[in-house]
């Protein structure tokens, strides 16, 4: 957890407007400032999985908020990665979709080739 006067940093280094607490902009700071102090907890606290789970729960909340702020304003993105020292999924490491499609199509067929071979010997 954060105590508030590093909560009240974060906000005001990162914060759009005046009363600005909930961009998604301070909130991947305030997230990624959790999950630093997270991390380092468990370097020592290696079987506290309570932890960890919390740990991927906000790791997966900053991933989605992440992807919105890419999709929405992709130069506020660009800047608060490098700022935030965040990397980025490269893109050949995600699934497309008609590669996912046509790996599906493969299968089948190959599915229905064995139940045809299976049929010529009964």
Avoid: F
């Amino acid at each position: 957890m954060l105590d508030k006067k590093k909560k009240d940093r974060i906000i005001e280094k990162y914060k759009i407007h005046k009363n600005d607490t909930g961009s998604p902009e301070v909130q991947i700071a305030l997230l990624s400032a959790e999950i630093k102090e997270l991390t380092d907890h468990l370097k020592t606290h290696k079987k506290d999985y309570s932890s960890r789970r919390g740990l991927i729960k906000k790791v997966s909340q900053r991933r989605k908020l992440l992807h919105y702020l890419q999709r929405e304003d992709s130069d506020s993105y660009e800047k608060l990665t490098r700022q935030l020292r965040i990397r980025k999924r490269s893109e050949d490491t995600l699934a497309k979709e008609d590669e996912v499609a046509a790996a599906a199509a493969d299968r089948e067929s190959a599915e229905e080739e064995k139940g045809k071979s299976k049929e010529k010997k009964a």
